[in-house]
């Protein structure tokens, strides 16, 4: 069965520095991944999708992430964090049509 | 560009009342989704439609629950008999391709705030 883990609940980071969410996936076949992101009272914004044709993936407002398929793992990281990052962060295993989440990660920007 | 829009944004019901959640998905887009997320958890799959057909319903989670797509458009979310545990954001969700289209990315409206009484 697909599955999808993210392994902190919250992070907090200072403003400026690297960010990194984790995100562990289980698939039985070639997964379809994504991050979306969800600020307070908006809808679900994708940030980037993993496609196959490369293991680095870049999205929008500088994150990026990349896909190891011998960790299963698809972490996202931003060089450096903005206020404006301070919000909830869930990673997706597509399986067929049907969107899998993780139970989301919120981030927390620091001053 | 228009998005995907719900109506309404927020609802307040009593225990046992039925409700009604609209879902406009962006024009031309062929699959349409319901996802129900409780608080501070993740999206949970509902429902699935492909223009007016649905072709799974295996996440609703009671027989109350009931999703109609009639013209392959509109879609609507109805609740029948809602209890607390129904308290939930309603996400519908709207993409270009059919089933099976890998890599397809789903638009999200901002969601109906459902609070039972």
Known sequence: ?111 | GAGVSQSPRYKVAKRGQDVALRCDPISGHVSLFWYQQALGQGPEFLTYFQNEAQLDKSGLPSDRFFAERPEGSVSTLKIQRTQQEDSAVYLCASSTRPSGGLYNEQFFGPGTRLTVL
């Open chain 1, 1 to 111: 069965a697909q599955s999808v883990t993210q392994l902190d609940s919250h992070v907090s980071v200072s403003e400026g520095t690297p960010v990194l969410l984790r995100c562990n996936y289980s698939s039985s076949y070639s997964p379809s991944l994504f991050w979306y992101v969800q600020h307070p009272n908006k809808g679900l914004q994708l940030l980037l999708k993993y496609t196959s044709a490369a293991t680095l993936v870049k999205g929008i407002n500088g994150f990026e992430a990349e896909f190891k398929k011998s960790e299963t793992s698809f972490h996202l990281t931003k060089p450096s964090a903005h206020m404006s990052d301070a919000a909830e962060y869930f990673c997706v295993v597509s399986v067929d049509y049907k969107y899998i989440f993780g139970t989301g990660t919120r981030l927390k920007v620091l001053a």
